[in-house]
Structure formats: structure tokens, C-alpha cells
């Protein structure tokens, strides 16, 4: 792990309210230095292991061939106290400003909600009539990181943290990388909820099936992964079904997951066995699927 304390601090400030950021300069490259939240849902853990989900679900997003955000997990002192931290590689530039998906659908001025509004009816009408990018580009976009995001667990997916690379010289757009991955993969679970979550098939089923929905609304309720991707419904989400699920190596998401000093052996594995259990009964349920409607 790297020890960030005493890299060159930045003034460039970042929003968002996953954890205080801090901007330093590392390897000549800005990173957004992102500390852990306190865990206001569980009592028994003192800071959220967002940082870990932050760096995996990035990782694990490029490993299927979505470009998302250069993840880095280290360390930062401050106050004497020791935090782990996760660095995450700015993407921007002087030229080249980030415009999330909200601002986008701002312009659709006959959009039945306000730019924040997650209604998935209403969020592809705003992917048709944009023309910030391809629509068919972006449509493939969104999908590929639904399915992604149901895959390892992302509860917080709304239209302010993904959209548009925006080069101000040229005006031209483009879709930036994905980013903001720290509401996946159970970030406030500790290892003695880890211990009777495990040792439940109630609780396991539960983390599968149930929980966590989607920051996507269908018909004004969170949508239920299992449920909006099996049921077959949306045509485009079964392509990205095709598109994704060939490419997930579980074995080689092991490895990475090994790789984190953060983690506890019983996180890591409950890390890995989750995912397992997400990619059998949602990604390769639907596959199947899809596979059978086609014979």
C-alpha cells in the first residue's frame, strides 16, 4: 500500500458525499485521495470499507472491458491517526471537464422529472434524444454498467456520478469512465456479520436476491437486480448480458481480491463467495435464459 501523507496537496476540490477527498499529486498524475465514511449503519465498525469497494468495483469494471477510473489503495495520516485510503486517478483535464448525466438530461427540456430523476422510463428517453454522444453508444454504456453494477452489488448508481468527458476547446463529448464504485460490495459489513451472514442461506439468499436494489426506478420504486434482469423485460439489457457475462473470470477476480491487505481473510472471502452467488442466480440465470428463448 502506498502511504499518500506527504505527496504535494492540490486545492482542486471534489463534491459528492462518499467521505471527505483530498486532491495530491502522485507519479506526476492528480489523484483524488478518497477516506472511508463513519459506518452509520452498522455501530460495530468504526469507518465503512468503501475504499475497497471503490478500488474493486473499479477494477473489476475494467477487467470486463467498461474503462473506469485508475484505482489505487494506500494509507494517509492525519491528526496522528493512520486511514486507509483509496487514490483515485483524476480524469480530467484543463481542457477536458467531467458533466454528469443529470446536466445532460437537464437539456431534454420535455423530460417528465428534473435532471436527478432515476425513472428508468424517463432516463432512456433522455439516452434517444441527447446528442452528446451516440445514442446507441451510450444505450450499450448504460446497460453494460446496470449489469456490471447488479453483478457486484452497487446500490448507489444515479445520474450524478457517471456521464460526459466535455473538451471545452472543441466542444465535443465523449462518455467518461466509470467512477464512484464505493456503495458496492457490501461496504458496511463487518467480520461478525460477515460470520452469521455466512452461516445463513436465508441471509446469503438475501444478498443475492434482495438486497441491495438499484439507484434505478421502475414505476417510482428501487429497482430489484435479480428481478429487472432476469425477467428478460429490456431488450437491451440482455445484449449487455451477452456482451458481459463471457468476459467475468471469477478466478481472476479471486486473485485481486487476495491481493487487498485491507481487507480480513473472512471479508475476502465473503467478497468472493458473494460474487459467485451474484453471477450464478442473477448473470448466468438470465444467460441461460436467454440461451434456452433462442433454441
Not at 472491458?65 to 480524469?91: I, M, P, S, W
Request: glycine share 6%; with cysteine; hydrophobic share 40%.
Amino acid at each position: 500500500m502506498i502511504n499518500f501523507t506527504n505527496f504535494p496537496i492540490r486545492k482542486k476540490a471534489y463534491g459528492g458525499a462518499n467521505g471527505n477527498k483530498l486532491s495530491v499529486v502522485y507519479n506526476d498524475n492528480l489523484y483524488m485521495i478518497k477516506l472511508p465514511m463513519h459506518a452509520i449503519k452498522n455501530p460495530n465498525l468504526s469507518y465503512t470499507n468503501s475504499c475497497i469497494s471503490e478500488y474493486l468495483g473499479c477494477r473489476i469494471f475494467n477487467m470486463l472491458g467498461v474503462k473506469a477510473q485508475e484505482t489505487l489503495l494506500g494509507v494517509y495520516e492525519f491528526h496522528g491517526k493512520v486511514r486507509n485510503v483509496v487514490a483515485c486517478k483524476d480524469f480530467t483535464s484543463i481542457n477536458t471537464i467531467f458533466i454528469d448525466f443529470a446536466s445532460v438530461k437537464n437539456q431534454i427540456i420535455d423530460s417528465v422529472s428534473n435532471g436527478y430523476g432515476t425513472e428508468l422510463a424517463d432516463i432512456l428517453d433522455t439516452i434517444e434524444k441527447q446528442n452528446a454522444v451516440d445514442p446507441k453508444e451510450l444505450k450499450e454504456h448504460f446497460w453494460d454498467m446496470f449489469v456490471i453494477d447488479a453483478f457486484i452489488g452497487n446500490w448507489d448508481r444515479h445520474n450524478g456520478n457517471w456521464g460526459f468527458l466535455y473538451n471545452q476547446e472543441n466542444d465535443e463529448m465523449k462518455i467518461a469512465p466509470i467512477f464512484d464504485c464505493g456503495s458496492s460490495l457490501f461496504p458496511q459489513i463487518d467480520d461478525e456479520l460477515i460470520k452469521k451472514v455466512m452461516s445463513s442461506k436465508i441471509e446469503m439468499d438475501a444478498r443475492v436476491f434482495d438486497m441491495p436494489t438499484s439507484a434505478i426506478l421502475v414505476k417510482g420504486k428501487r429497482g430489484n437486480y435479480f428481478r429487472m434482469i432476469t425477467s428478460l423485460e429490456y431488450s437491451d439489457c440482455n445484449e449487455a448480458i451477452k456482451r458481459i457475462v463471457p468476459k467475468i473470470n471469477l478466478k481472476q477476480i479471486n486473485s485481486l481480491i487476495d491481493e487487498v491487505e485491507q481487507a480480513s481473510d473472512l471479508q475476502k472471502l465473503f467478497l468472493k463467495k458473494i460474487l459467485k452467488l451474484r453471477k450464478e442466480n442473477i448473470l448466468d440465470y438470465a444467460l441461460m435464459k436467454l440461451t434456452r428463448n433462442n433454441l
